[in-house]
């Protein structure tokens, strides 16, 4: 597609209930990043894939936070039991392999998560 | 550990003021450093950015120039527009290791006709 596509766009969980939030990098970028973006505050790097590889996972609060990208496109982002802590916006961004870090990133809209 | 701190927002101006926002960085190396920007229900968009030293980046109007010796990375433009209301945000990325970003809390700036 044209850009990088987040669903669902909304998302409303009880506390303790498991969400999966769905990202759609463009076709054919090779790099794929998760950030969380709380209320008033910057986005901080959850985790990076390349293709299927995650080669960083180090910004996931918790092992509650689970990450994955089986086919080097779509990734899902999990999140198990969860928290009003983690009430955020969740972006996903993808990349192109080649070129000056972090020229050529595309970001999606990103996804509210509100725990109740 | 890396960071980037902006000045505290919101920032309000009347259109056709001169807009200056601050940036300072705390970083091993020689990162490359950015400003995006977050209109409202859009997601972030890549304004501007510097790879090295002394380097200014430009787009729209807006510009930053990449100071080492202060650490800085200061947005300026000098004549906004209503359509420049949106939060701005100051970002780094350092070279070694996950070219991940490190952004700063954001700056909401709010121009008024």
């Known amino acids: 597609g044209a850009g990088v596509s987040q669903s669902p766009r909304y998302k409303v969980a009880k506390r303790g209930q498991d969400v999966a939030l769905r990202c759609d990098p463009i076709?054919?970028?090779?790099?794929l990043f998760w950030y969380q973006q709380a209320l008033g505050q910057g986005p901080e790097f959850l985790t990076y894939?390349?293709?299927?590889?995650?080669?960083?996972k180090s910004g996931l609060p918790s092992d509650r936070f689970f990450a994955e990208r089986p086919e080097g496109s779509v990734s899902t982002l999990k999140i198990q039991r969860t928290q009003q802590e983690d009430s955020a916006v969740y972006l996903c961004?993808?990349?192109?392999?080649?070129?000056?870090?972090?020229?050529?990133?595309?970001f999606g809209s990103g996804t509210r998560l509100t725990v109740v | 550990g890396d960071s980037v701190t902006q000045m505290e927002g919101p920032v309000t101006l009347s259109e056709e003021a001169f807009l200056t926002i601050n940036c300072t960085y705390t970083a091993t190396g020689y990162p490359s450093l950015f400003w995006y920007v977050q209109y409202p229900g859009e997601g972030l968009q890549l304004l501007l950015k510097?790879?090295?030293?002394?380097d200014k980046g430009s787009n729209k109007g807006f510009e930053a120039t990449y100071r080492k010796e202060t650490t800085s990375f200061h947005l300026e433009k000098g004549s906004v527009q209503v359509s420049d209301s949106a939060v701005y945000f100051c970002?780094?990325?350092?070279?070694?290791?996950?070219?991940?970003?490190?952004f700063g809390t954001g700056t909401r700036l709010k121009v008024l006709a």
């Open positions: 076709s054919g970028h090779v790099s």
């Open positions: 894939f390349q293709n299927e590889a995650q080669l960083d």
């Open positions: 961004a993808s990349s192109s392999a080649s070129g000056v870090p972090g020229v050529g990133y595309t």
């Open positions: 970002a780094l990325i350092n070279l070694s290791g996950t070219y991940k970003y490190i």
């Open positions: 510097a790879t090295k030293a002394d």
